[in-house]
C-alpha cells in the first residue's frame, strides 16, 4: 500500500543553520505531496504543498520539490530560526480520496 | 474566521470507562475527519465524513468505536467501552469538498489527548 517515510529526530541544530528533513514515498499512483507543521500546543496546519512531478512547494523559507524519479519530497530551508521548532508531517493524498497519509513525523528543535 | 473547535482538550478516565469526543469544522467545511495520533507516530485516518454520510470507515474499530455526524456539521467519536491502548490524541480535521474548491489542504484542531489508566 501507499506510504511516507521520514527521517528520525529530533533534528537539532542552531539558529540559521541549513535544514533538511527527507521525506520518501511509496505510491501506486501519482500523488499529491504535502508537508505539515505542528507547532507546540497547536493543531497541525499546511506548510506546503506539490501536486505533480517537478513542482517545488515554498513557503515561509521553506522549499520541497516533487521528485517522481526517486519518490522524493524532502523539506528545505536555508537559514533557520528559533521559532521553527517544531514537528513536521510529510503526508500524501490522493486528488480524488482526500485521504491524507502521514509520515511519523520529524521533530525539529533550534537553538539560539 | 474560527478554525476547528474539539473538546475536551484532555481526558482521564479509567478503562472500560465511556468517552466522546466533540468537533465543530470550520463553517462552510462538508468534509470532516478524525484521526487518531500514537505518541511518536503519524496520524491515522479512522472516519471521514461527506456531509452526514460516512463516506471511510474502513479503519474505524466499530467493536468500541463510534462516530456521527447528524446534522452535517457537528461531529462525535465515541469510545465505549476505551481500553488501555485506546491513549492518544484524537484528531478532527475539515476540508472543503472536491468539487467546491478542494485544494487538498486539510484544516486540523488542537486534538483531544486521551489517557487510559
Known amino acids: 500500500g501507499d506510504s511516507v517515510t521520514q527521517m528520525e529526530g529530533p533534528v537539532t541544530l542552531s539558529e540559521e543553520a541549513f535544514l533538511t528533513i527527507n521525506c520518501t514515498y511509496t505510491?501506486?499512483?501519482?500523488?499529491?505531496l504535502f508537508w505539515y507543521v505542528q507547532y507546540p500546543g497547536e493543531g497541525l496546519q499546511l506548510l506546503l504543498k506539490a501536486t505533480k512531478a517537478d513542482d517545488k512547494g515554498s513557503n515561509k523559507g521553506f522549499e520541497a520539490t516533487y521528485r517522481k524519479e526517486t519518490t522524493s519530497f524532502h523539506l528545505e530551508k536555508g537559514s533557520v530560526q528559533v521559532s521553527d521548532s517544531a514537528v513536521y508531517f510529510c503526508a500524501l493524498s490522493y486528488v480524488n480520496t482526500d485521504k491524507l497519509i502521514f509520515g511519523t513525523g520529524t521533530r525539529l528543535q533550534v537553538f539560539p | 474566521e474560527a478554525g476547528v473547535v474539539q473538546s475536551p482538550r484532555y481526558k482521564i478516565i479509567e478503562k472500560k470507562q465511556p468517552v466522546a469526543f466533540w468537533c465543530n469544522p470550520i463553517s462552510g467545511h462538508n468534509t470532516l475527519y478524525w484521526y487518531l495520533q500514537n505518541l511518536g507516530q503519524g496520524p491515522e485516518l479512522l472516519i471521514r465524513y461527506e456531509n452526514e454520510e460516512a463516506v471511510d470507515d474502513s479503519q474505524l474499530p466499530k467493536d468500541r468505536f463510534s462516530a456521527e455526524r447528524l446534522k452535517g456539521v457537528d461531529s462525535t467519536l465515541k469510545i465505549q467501552p476505551a481500553e488501555l491502548g485506546d491513549s492518544a490524541v484524537y484528531l478532527c480535521a475539515s476540508s472543503l469538498t472536491l468539487f467546491s474548491g478542494n485544494t487538498g489542504e486539510l484544516f486540523f484542531g488542537e486534538g483531544s489527548r486521551l489517557t487510559v489508566l
Open positions: 505510491a501506486t499512483g501519482y500523488p499529491s
